[in-house]
């Protein structure tokens, strides 16, 4: 037991008072002789020893009395554990507010954000005026970051709204402790108001200030369910006008319960494009095929809904994405175009094919091209080199078929930069290609499947003959793929990645005396398809909040450097960071897109381009940590200066000045006083 006031226990030296008043307030007697004597002095014998009885106890009660009302004007309480030693002065207060979407959820009492902001003008209320408080929210704000007076305190919590901020329990914890550094000299207390989801609520990982008194306000929702849309991707990469494509869409279940028959529908520039309708079963993921024909050429602004109740911040998702008119390749000649590559993309409409021989190259223009064909120069100028590996680094793809004059020096000096194998000596031993890598990208869709949905080629298949062909030293580490393969095991045509674009590489140049590749069939699906996936692709959403990388291609840079993101249908505008790279432009938005939506890129009158945003998914799985769970993570990590404040049916603040100020005894005493008064009169009163 412990007391407020110690130094009123001084007062406990005024109970000499009544003993001194005892001791020399004795009751004088009268004699009165009888002739009896004997008899008398018994009588006189029992009587003062029932009247020191008498006045003893009345002294006890009176001692007792007196020794209670000093002790409740101490204020004696018994402490709480893990509570910390009081510093004179008052108190910094730091509250966090969860306003993330998952406080939308309805409790007893309405929604979470609404008991949340309710709870902390309680909490503030169990404090005196003279204390400081602070607001802390997921959005961080610049005006959160200072202390403040309990009336400008609760005018800020009036102004709390639900936010798609999402931040860990430790960041938030980490922000508090910040905040309050500079009152080290002062009793510090921080509160976590929540639902504690445990996408982002685990204690895990938090390593709260000890010199911090921490309180955990769980909110318990009623209801927890939700239907969300989580993602969504094209199962084909390749967009052109007239096309039949699929998009595929997962939608996750988390509630208790089956859903079924729930509808799901596309739009694509405010047209309806497609309809279905699915099954879910609880707690558990769907995907649903939406095919649709796609749009003239441009920017393609599409959205995905379905219908869900009360959450319905991710009842859609937002996505774009580019159909490009025609397909830039540019073949680098040694002098004449190659006629095998002339007659498969010179009378495309889809490819817009240029020719240009190695010494009248135009650099400015490679960046401008999704694919450049390589076709056997008879060397690579280092310049073009340079050129080269930095348009595929950004994005672009190259093939490269190797010299037909067997001078491989200025190749082998580009290959390592794109993670291809090196050119040895030639191999003049009449080979034939014997395998086909069907799961590749370059070869999807070309052949048919079976039943079981795979590909398998027949025995007998008629593969080109390889008459002449380069060796390819591969490394045991590198990350080409090979694609053709010939009869001794050799690669043949192999591809490899790097960075954001694609490197291609064939054994042969695209000449008859070296292999019937060029003139054999699947010589045109094969480029046809590296030419269609060389178109670059850029993400089909963002999440809102944070910095993403917002990539343009360099023939989209004005003159003007200036560059807008504007919400469509609203008047919002951002004007990003604008970072260049190169041949591409980055912009960054630096957490100023707060809204899903579509969002149109313009410099000045003229439309660049367009991105997406949609709210953080990890707010639509509602489940949370109950009070049994957060108390065993407590337990686990041995934190001690952490209470978790339980629902009961007494008042938060009261719970709040027991956890703060341990448990108050003076009441108790002040009943004892009560008491032993009574016990005094009624020995004075009853007891003769």
């Known amino acids: 037991m412990q007391f407020v006031y110690p130094w009123f226990l001084l007062a406990l030296g005024t109970l000499a008072i009544p003993i001194l008043i005892h001791l020399f307030n004795f009751r004088r007697y009268k004699k009165v002789w009888f002739t009896n004597v004997q008899f008398l002095k018994e009588i006189q014998q029992e009587t003062r020893k029932q ?46 507010i969860d306003n993330s979407f998952s406080m939308e959820a309805v409790a007893t009492e309405g929604k979470l954000i609404d008991v949340a902001k309710a709870r902390a ?25 200072r202390y403040l007076s309990l009336d400008d305190f609760r005018k800020a919590v009036e102004e ?82 007239g096309q039949v494509v699929n998009l595929r869409v997962r939608l996750h279940n988390a509630s208790g319960q089956t859903l079924e028959k729930i509808p799901v529908k596309l739009t694509i520039n405010s047209v309806q494009k497609a309809l279905a309708s699915f099954s879910v079963e609880p707690e558990s993921p769907a995907e649903v095929t939406l095919s649709f024909t796609e749009n003239s050429s441009g920017i393609q602004y599409g959205v995905i809904e379905t219908v869900d109740y009360p959450i319905v911040y991710d009842d859609k998702y937002y996505f774009t994405y580019t159909i490009s008119p025609s397909i830039p390749v540019l073949a680098i000649n040694e002098q004449n175009a190659n006629a095998y590559l002339d007659a498969l993309f010179g009378h495309d409409s ?20 999704n694919l450049i064909l390589l076709n056997s120069t008879a060397e690579i100028p280092s310049g073009l080199a340079q050129e080269i590996t930095r348009f595929v680094r950004n994005g672009g793809s190259v093939v490269v078929f190797p010299p037909a004059t067997g001078k491989t020096d200025s190749y082998n000096a580009l290959l390592p930069q794109l993670g291809l194998p090196l050119l040895e000596r030639t191999d003049t031993t009449l080979q034939r290609i014997a395998s086909v890598n069907t799961e590749s990208p370059v070869f999807t869709d070309v052949f048919e499947k079976n039943s ?52 291609y590489l064939l054994a042969s140049p695209a000449d008859e005396s070296w292999t019937q590749f060029p003139r054999h069939v699947i ?111 407590v337990s686990r990590m041995n934190l001690k200066d952490i209470h978790i404040l339980k629902e009961k049916k007494r008042p938060l603040s009261a719970e709040i000045r027991e956890i703060r100020q341990g448990t108050p005894l003076w009441k108790w005493f002040i009943l004892l006083v009560l008491f032993f008064l009574a016990c005094e009169i009624a020995l004075i009163r009853l007891l003769k």
């Open 452 to 503: 079981s949905g795979k590909v398998v080629l027949p025995d007998n298949v008629d593969l080109p003959v390889v008459r002449k062909h380069y060796i390819l030293k591969q490394e045991t580490r590198s990350q080409a793929e090979v694609l053709l393969k010939l009869q001794n095991g050799r690669p043949f045509f192999v591809s490899a990645p790097v960075e954001k674009g694609h490197a």
């Open 523 to 633: 010589f045109v699906p094969a480029l046809y398809k590296i030419a269609l996936l060389s178109n670059p692709g850029r993400p089909l959403c963002y999440t809102t909040g944070g910095n993403p990388a917002i990539e343009i291609p360099a023939d989209s840079v004005s003159e003007a450097n200036m560059y807008k993101l504007k919400k469509e249908g609203s008047d919002f505008e951002v004007i990003p960071e604008i970072k260049t790279f190169g041949s591409s432009v980055t912009l960054l938005p630096h957490d100023q897109i707060r809204e899903a939506g579509l969002y149109p890129i313009v410099a000045g009158t003229r439309t660049v381009t367009g991105v997406a945003f949609n709210f953080d998914r990890r707010e639509s799985d509602l489940k949370c940590y109950s009070v049994s769970e957060l108390d065993r993570q």
């Open 350 to 369: 889809a490819i817009q094919l240029t020719n240009s021989p190695v010494k009248q190259l135009d650099y400015g223009k490679l960046f401008s091209q």
């Open 51 to 96: 009247s020191r009885l008498r006045q003893f106890l009345i002294l006890m009660a009176r001692l007792l009395a007196f020794a209670c009302l000093v002790l409740a004007f101490s204020q004696p309480y018994i402490p709480a554990p893990g509570q910390q030693q009081r510093i004179k002065g008052p108190r910094a207060v730091s509250i966090y």
């Open 160 to 241: 709390v709204q639900v936010s798609p901020e999402v931040r860990p329990m430790e960041e938030v914890m980490r922000r508090q402790a910040d905040l309050s550094s500079d009152y080290r000299n002062t009793n510090r207390e921080a509160y976590l108001i929540s639902d504690f989801q445990k996408n982002s609520a685990s204690l895990d990982g938090a390593h709260p200030d000890p010199g911090i008194g921490w309180f955990l306000v769980h909110l318990p929702a009623e209801k927890r369910d939700n239907l969300y849309i989580d993602s969504a991707w094209f199962l084909s990469p390749v967009h052109q006008p």
């Open 121 to 145: 003008l309680e909490i503030a209320s169990a404090y005196s005026r003279s204390d400081l408080f602070q607001l802390v929210t997921n959005d961080f704000e610049g005006r959160h970051q």
